[in-house]
């Protein structure tokens, strides 16, 4: 058996609006932050990967960071790859570590979206959009989105009330995490009178625009005996893709998630059953009870009546997003999948407080980008 | 960017593979790819067949009708030049030659849209631009 990867360090910044923050201290406070945590020093990352950054926009975004703390990695590599990009950093780290290139890969992420640009950032978003074939359209990434709701409200029956139920869970559990952007507990009909964006998508089945970043650090599986916290172990993972643009997309109703969890769950020798909590990225409330269910956690239609029944809760039968999420937890660029991971860990630790689920032994991490474009899951097990 | 540029809807600009497409729209045609190899349809158009990645692909136009098979009604602009739009639909179109595109359903209360409506292609023309756009009509 191949020897498997952990995670030995992990950590988040403050989220929300930081008017202070660029994209380099977010950078910074995180990955020193991981460092820190895995007891490791600067000089023991041998490899680093990065994503992107709008406030920043940087060719060599990695690169700038090393020069900016004094890193000289052995292995560097900035992706981008958008929502997906905090999964990616993770599974090519794997990589590394198990090939022997690398003993410490740190894996960060952050931006600083909501002071840094403002209203900018729904055009620059939009901007995802086919140039001749979506923009002319005013399509916006809301109404890319809602053309998958729409479609499973239509065929398999999911409601207004079973997206709110998602919205007001996440909520609830964003106000039991200190760090959180949204804390504020709201209800059904809260998220049913908020804003229409793109039916159906109300503003608050959307995610936030936050301030943050979040870290990880990757290391070879033997570096578990000399790591100060409990190791976690990263039994599988996996990607799917389907399409870049979403009238592309061979389904409106599958996407590359269905493989990507079918992969990561396989390379751990593991059912859908056997996670005790999901971390699953909800760029709305729709994305994710339709991710849920093509990658087999719930048969179709079945999703909506859990969130609705309280399944989701930290208590429930299947403990979702016990940060709160995109949704309340916040939500900076590829950090916001970046968020997921690090929760991930922290449950599996038993770190989590109030939030903690109980006897947490297996964790299931899901970023995605683009339109349902890209996916990535990854399995963790607690040592 | 002035005010008359942010106010201004983005134009495509045709490019090797879409020529085609775009003087076809100016021209009330809505061209589409089909392939010589493997005789599926493709839209976009490009230098090969996505399908089977035959590189004989002949231009044909569309007959011009299809089915809504889904939709959005947008109530926040992405960006201020589609502001005084709103509410207005945008949708993924099949069409009857076997492939899907995006585009507004145009000329039609917002409101009445749904999955599954039969619709016919139109060919919008925008202030500032000669370049005409596929759009649909409900039917
Ligand atoms: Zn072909």
Redesign the interface.
């Given at each position: 058996m191949k020897s498997k990867a952990i995670i030995s360090g992990v950590h988040d910044t403050k989220v929300g609006a930081l008017p202070q923050s660029t994209c380099m201290s977010l950078h910074t406070e995180a990955g020193l932050g991981a460092i820190e945590d895995a007891g490791l020093k600067v000089s023991d990352v041998d490899g680093l990967l990065t994503a992107y950054s709008f406030t920043s926009p940087q060719l060599m975004l990695g690169s700038v960071f090393a020069e900016y703390v004094g890193l000289k990695p052995r292995v560097s590599a900035s992706i981008s790859m958008g929502g997906v990009t905090a999964g990616l950093l993770v599974a090519q780290a794997v990589a590394l570590v198990e090939s022997g290139k690398c003993r410490h890969v740190l894996c960060l992420t952050g931006d600083n979206r909501l002071t840094g640009l403002g209203e900018k950032v729904?055009?620059m978003?939009?901007d995802v959009g086919?140039?001749?074939?979506?923009?002319?359209?005013?399509?916006?990434?809301?109404?890319?989105f809602?053309?998958?709701?729409?479609?499973y409200m239509?065929e398999f029956g999911m409601t207004h009330e079973h997206m709110a139920a998602v919205a007001v869970n996440q909520r609830a559990n964003a106000a039991k995490h200190p760090n959180a952007h949204m804390k504020k507990p709201i209800t059904m009909e809260d998220v049913g009178n908020s804003?229409?964006?793109?039916?159906?998508?109300r503003m608050l089945d959307c995610c936030l625009v936050s301030d943050g970043g979040a870290a990880v650090i990757v290391s070879a599986g033997d570096a578990a005996r000399d790591l100060p916290k409990t190791a976690v172990r990263i039994l599988g993972v996996g990607e799917g893709y389907t399409h870049e643009?979403?009238?592309?997309s061979p389904s409106?109703v599958d996407f590359g998630c269905k493989d990507s969890a079918a992969t990561a769950l396989g390379e751990a020798g593991l059912k859908h059953a056997d996670v005790d909590c999901a971390h699953v990225y909800d760029c709305f409330s729709s994305t994710l009870l339709i991710c849920l269910e093509s990658m087999g956690f719930y048969q179709r239609g079945e999703a909506g009546g859990a969130a609705l029944s309280g399944e989701f809760a930290i208590d429930g039968r299947f403990p979702l997003n016990t940060n709160g999420g995109l949704l309340s937890y916040g939500s900076s660029g590829a950090a916001g999948g970046m968020f997921h991971v690090v929760e991930a860990v922290r449950q599996l630790r038993r770190e989590c407080g109030e939030r903690q689920v109980k006897d947490a032994e297996v964790a299931f991490a899901h970023t995605l980008g683009g339109i349902f474009s890209g996916h990535c899951s990854i399995v963790l097990g607690r040592i | 960017m002035s005010d008359s540029d942010a106010l201004k809807k983005p134009v495509p600009l045709p490019d090797a593979d879409s020529r085609v497409y775009w003087e076809g729209a100016n021209q009330g045609k809505f061209m589409f790819q089909r392939c010589n190899s493997c005789g599926k349809a493709q839209f976009y158009s490009r230098s090969l067949c996505s399908h089977c990645q035959g590189k004989e692909l002949q231009w044909l136009a569309a007959r011009g009708r299809g089915k809504v098979a889904s939709f959005s009604v947008v109530h926040r602009a992405p960006i201020r030049a589609f502001a005084a739009d709103v509410p207005y639909v945008v949708a993924l179109i099949d069409m009857d030659e076997g492939f899907r595109f995006m585009c507004n359903v145009i000329h039609c209360d917002a409101q009445a849209v749904r999955i599954g409506m039969p619709v016919k292609v139109v060919f919008e023309e925008r202030p500032g631009s000669s370049q005409k756009i596929p759009q649909v009509e409900l039917m």
């Open positions: 729904q055009a978003l939009a086919h140039p001749q074939y979506e923009q002319p359209y005013g399509m916006s990434v809301p109404a890319a809602a053309q998958a709701a729409q479609a239509h804003k229409m964006v793109a039916s159906p998508l643009h979403i009238f592309m409106l | -």
